[in-house]
């Protein structure tokens, strides 16, 4: 009989401690809650502000196998490397500088690009994006600068789930002489499968298909240095201070993703648009591979 009424008294005593810590839970839960309700609308938007507020470093390292001018063969058997890198914050701020090495130039490295814009995300999904930046070009051969200078816009837009999407970028490029480049993009973005669920990594194919146009004043003296015989070469010269369609690039990268770290490889297939006076251009394509990783500095 003593034994069952232990029992009972500790089950009645349990219940009553497990009574009073849920009590003091709920306290705490309401009392976090009037601490929020009782904040004016612009602490309670500092708050939200501060969580959304980022830095970051965007740095890559990437190779091309070949190199194209809009997609033509111009003759010259080379590769190439670009690197990058680019601050970014929550206001929108962006500054970057790049390089470009290329294996057949001399200076091999060719130009040095520093960027500086404002981009603002649009939309109750922040799935449009607007961006305006100028850029400086940096040429390692002082006789080549007659693009000193661009101008640059972009819009992009991708579905609330980042499947799809597409971009329209624009560049006004001045100096001794002027040039205009639009690329109109669409892309997708599918996850094939995660390699591990608790580094979050994963491998995506990003698709892209884009159509490049142009009309610029080109200087052919690098072409003459390499040794090049260009047939028409006037002609060509004219028919590029054109606007038009030159180039339909289809990427098919595939990306290894694992935090901020990422392996990009991929093939590429150039559809160069034949001049009037051509009957055909060949197509091209080449692999890339590159390097990323994002530093988080906030």
Excluded: C
Excluded at 133 to 144: E, H, K, P, V
């Amino acid at each position: 009989m003593k034994k069952h009424l232990f029992v009972l008294f500790m089950l009645l005593f349990s219940q009553v401690l497990f009574s009073q810590e849920n009590t003091e839970l709920e306290e705490e839960i309401d009392e976090i809650i009037e601490d929020l309700i009782s904040l004016d609308d612009d602490t309670l938007f500092d708050l939200i502000n501060d969580l959304n507020k980022y830095q970051i470093i965007y740095t890559s390292v990437n190779f091309n196998t070949k190199t194209y001018f809009l997609g033509r063969d111009l003759g010259i058997d080379q590769y190439t490397f670009t690197t990058q890198a680019m601050y970014e914050n929550s206001n929108g701020i962006y500054l970057g500088v790049s390089g470009n090495f290329y294996s057949e130039f001399d200076p091999k490295w060719d130009i040095t690009t520093v960027t500086a814009g404002y981009g603002k995300n649009l939309g109750k999904e922040n799935n449009i994006r607007l961006e305006l930046g100028y850029s400086r070009y940096i040429f390692s051969d002082t006789d080549s600068n007659d693009f000193e200078n661009s101008i640059d816009g972009g819009f992009y837009f991708s579905t609330p789930n980042g499947f799809f999407g597409s971009s329209i970028t624009s560049s006004y490029l001045f100096g001794e002489k002027t040039g205009f480049q639009s690329t109109l993009s669409v892309y997708g973005d599918i996850k094939l499968f995660d390699l591990h669920s608790k580094n979050k990594s994963k491998v995506n194919f990003e698709p892209d298909l884009s159509f490049q146009f142009a009309s610029e004043n080109i200087d052919t003296s690098r072409f003459d240095n390499l040794g090049i015989d260009l047939p028409f070469i006037d002609r060509i010269v004219d028919s590029f201070e054109t606007f038009s369609l030159r180039n339909i690039q289809l990427q098919l990268p595939f990306i290894f993703e694992l935090s901020d770290f990422q392996i990009e490889a991929g093939y590429n297939i150039n559809f160069p648009i034949a001049f009037d006076f051509e009957d055909s251009v060949d197509n091209t394509s080449f692999f890339n591979f590159g390097v990323s990783y994002i530093f988080n500095l906030k």
